[in-house]
């Protein structure tokens, strides 16, 4: 290694990253906010320096930076650390001073209260993220279900899966899906009202409305669309007034056919929200996005390093699969940095680099925190069979249930291939194992019990990490 080694990862590849993570966390906000306040205040934003986890942004004017650090710095917090893959303190510094608005930040609407005598700003304009189609987005055993309900919906608004419920932990996809709707149904159904928002967005927007009198204009808005696509629909939880309105929505929507598709980071019942919309979500199509397995996880890398133009050997796509194993945006902060350190060090990707440089943000996990054989001994014991029964050719109707169980379990939550379950369960081939993992997917969304059964096991089996 060179004596300057500690320095190889140093200010200019850090800028390198930022600059690119930035424009990811740019791409995330259009959606955000409206157009013109994203065009002539977010867009305008210039990334100045990221060291030692502070990042520095630059604005041009003071009242830019207040109005930013008061309405966009949590979030422009959290998008640029899952965009870096670690934890940043972000500081918005005034490039330029400059005491009056500009002209061009006042249309935008970052300016002071609207006077009376100036017209009320329309309902802000959603923006999706061209990039999140069906087409980019990775299939594995994780995410099957939730992809091909996305599709149907897609294809058929209002036909079937009405409402659609997403709901799994953060960085998995579900925003993803919920653009790759959108984009599809204004590519192959440009007639089709359409509406993307976040359960934050529409809580501003209906305060602002109740505040500015034009409620009926907000209602008129929401109430007349065809489809209704609504991220992280968690955040309603406390607001009693926006959740008496979003519904009613709901329900003038439903009423008449309308499509609607929700996420969230939760199942339904786990809301802290009235009983009334709880039961309304679950009547619906409702799906789960579990964090990827291996091969998924190999796939994702290598379908977004090829994106960024970055070459990557297999051992590297490896290394990063096992570094990380739970969320997308945690892997593209891993990619964000190597081709960061490969456009300034003017070098190939490497193991030794990817260990080097990955090794200072990703912790590596224990091996086999759930093993096969922990499964086992608790699918076992939930069903009253032996674990050597899982093992053995018994057809009896109750061991051949847990076996299959027991063989999509380990599936799910570890990195074990097909032929190496086969082996656990005696030396059963890779093609037996498929079709019991497959079996249970599909069993899973018709018997509540075995889907109740499963959740528990998962839970408990996750206790031991």
């Given at each position: 290694?060179?004596?300057?080694?500690?320095?190889?990862?140093?200010?200019?590849?850090?800028?390198?990253?930022?600059?690119?993570?930035?424009?990811?966390?740019?791409?995330?906000?259009?959606?955000r906010a409206s157009k013109p306040v994203f065009d002539k205040g977010l867009k305008t934003v210039v990334p100045i320096s990221f060291e030692d986890s502070a990042v520095v942004l630059g604005v041009q004017t003071s009242f830019a930076k207040f109005w930013i650090e008061q309405k966009f710095l949590p979030l422009i917090t959290e998008l640029l650390s899952d965009h870096l893959?670690?934890?940043?303190?972000?500081?918005?510094?005034?490039l330029e001073e400059n005491p009056e608005l500009t002209p061009d930040i006042t249309a935008a609407g970052l300016g002071a209260p609207i006077p009376q005598e100036e017209p009320r700003r329309?309902?802000?304009?959603?923006?999706?993220?061209?990039?999140?189609?069906?087409?980019?987005?990775?299939?594995g055993?994780?995410?099957?279900?939730?992809?091909?309900?996305?599709?149907?919906?897609a294809e058929s608004p209002g036909a079937s899966y009405n409402p659609l419920f997403i709901y799994g932990d953060s960085g998995l996809g579900k925003t993803h899906l919920l653009h790759a709707i959108g984009n599809f149904i204004r590519r192959y159904h440009p007639q089709t009202g359409l509406i993307y928002t976040t359960a934050e967005t529409f809580t501003s927007e209906y305060v602002a409305a109740v505040s500015e009198r034009r409620t009926a204009q907000f209602r008129r808005r929401y109430r007349s669309v065809d489809v209704w696509l609504v991220d992280d629909i968690q955040f309603l939880a406390g607001k009693e007034r926006t959740k008496e309105e979003f519904f009613h929505t709901f329900n003038a929507l439903q009423e008449v056919g309308r499509q609607i598709v929700l996420t969230s980071d939760r199942p339904p019942k786990d809301l802290q929200l009235d009983v009334r919309l709880s039961s309304r979500f679950e009547a619906g199509l409702v799906v789960d996005i579990a964090p990827p397995e291996l091969e998924t996880r190999m796939a994702i890398i290598k379908a977004k390093a090829q994106k960024q133009?970055?070459?990557?050997?297999?051992?590297?796509?490896?290394?990063?699969?096992?570094?990380?194993?739970?969320?997308?945006?945690?892997?593209?902060?891993?990619?964000?940095?190597?081709?960061?350190?490969?456009?300034?060090?003017?070098?190939?990707?490497?193991?030794?680099?990817a260990s080097d440089i990955l090794s200072r943000y990703f912790e590596h996990p224990q091996e086999n925190l759930i093993t096969p054989d922990a499964v086992l001994r608790a699918v076992a014991e939930r069903y009253g069979v032996d674990v050597e029964n899982l093992k053995s050719?018994?057809?009896?109707?109750?061991?051949?249930?847990?076996?299959?169980v027991a063989m999509y379990l380990i599936r799910h939550l570890t990195d074990t291939s097909l032929p190496s379950i086969g082996k656990a369960f005696g030396g059963k081939d890779h093609s037996t194992v498929l079709h019991a993992i497959k079996k249970i997917g599909k069993l899973v969304l018709e018997d509540a019990q075995l889907a109740d059964d499963i959740a528990a096991l998962m839970r408990e089996l996750k206790k031991t990490d």
């Amino acid at each position: 290694m060179p004596q300057n080694d500690q320095l190889h990862f140093g200010e200019d590849a850090n800028l390198v990253a930022l600059r690119m993570a930035w424009e990811r966390t740019l791409n995330a906000l259009s959606s955000r906010a409206s157009k013109p306040v994203f065009d002539k205040g977010l867009k305008t934003v210039v990334p100045i320096s990221f060291e030692d986890s502070a990042v520095v942004l630059g604005v041009q004017t003071s009242f830019a930076k207040f109005w930013i650090e008061q309405k966009f710095l949590p979030l422009i917090t959290e998008l640029l650390s899952d965009h870096l893959g670690t934890p940043v303190r972000v500081t918005v510094r005034l490039l330029e001073e400059n005491p009056e608005l500009t002209p061009d930040i006042t249309a935008a609407g970052l300016g002071a209260p609207i006077p009376q005598e100036e017209p009320r700003r329309q309902p802000a304009d959603f923006v999706l993220n061209e990039s999140f189609t069906f087409d980019t987005f990775v299939v594995g055993q994780s995410n099957r279900m939730a992809h091909a309900a996305s599709c149907a919906v897609a294809e058929s608004p209002g036909a079937s899966y009405n409402p659609l419920f997403i709901y799994g932990d953060s960085g998995l996809g579900k925003t993803h899906l919920l653009h790759a709707i959108g984009n599809f149904i204004r590519r192959y159904h440009p007639q089709t009202g359409l509406i993307y928002t976040t359960a934050e967005t529409f809580t501003s927007e209906y305060v602002a409305a109740v505040s500015e009198r034009r409620t009926a204009q907000f209602r008129r808005r929401y109430r007349s669309v065809d489809v209704w696509l609504v991220d992280d629909i968690q955040f309603l939880a406390g607001k009693e007034r926006t959740k008496e309105e979003f519904f009613h929505t709901f329900n003038a929507l439903q009423e008449v056919g309308r499509q609607i598709v929700l996420t969230s980071d939760r199942p339904p019942k786990d809301l802290q929200l009235d009983v009334r919309l709880s039961s309304r979500f679950e009547a619906g199509l409702v799906v789960d996005i579990a964090p990827p397995e291996l091969e998924t996880r190999m796939a994702i890398i290598k379908a977004k390093a090829q994106k960024q133009d970055l070459q990557i050997p297999p051992d590297v796509v490896l290394y990063i699969a096992r570094l990380i194993r739970s969320n997308i945006r945690a892997i593209e902060g891993a990619l964000l940095k190597l081709h960061a350190y490969a456009t300034v060090m003017q070098q190939p990707v490497s193991s030794a680099m990817a260990s080097d440089i990955l090794s200072r943000y990703f912790e590596h996990p224990q091996e086999n925190l759930i093993t096969p054989d922990a499964v086992l001994r608790a699918v076992a014991e939930r069903y009253g069979v032996d674990v050597e029964n899982l093992k053995s050719l018994s057809r009896q109707a109750r061991v051949v249930l847990a076996r299959q169980v027991a063989m999509y379990l380990i599936r799910h939550l570890t990195d074990t291939s097909l032929p190496s379950i086969g082996k656990a369960f005696g030396g059963k081939d890779h093609s037996t194992v498929l079709h019991a993992i497959k079996k249970i997917g599909k069993l899973v969304l018709e018997d509540a019990q075995l889907a109740d059964d499963i959740a528990a096991l998962m839970r408990e089996l996750k206790k031991t990490d």
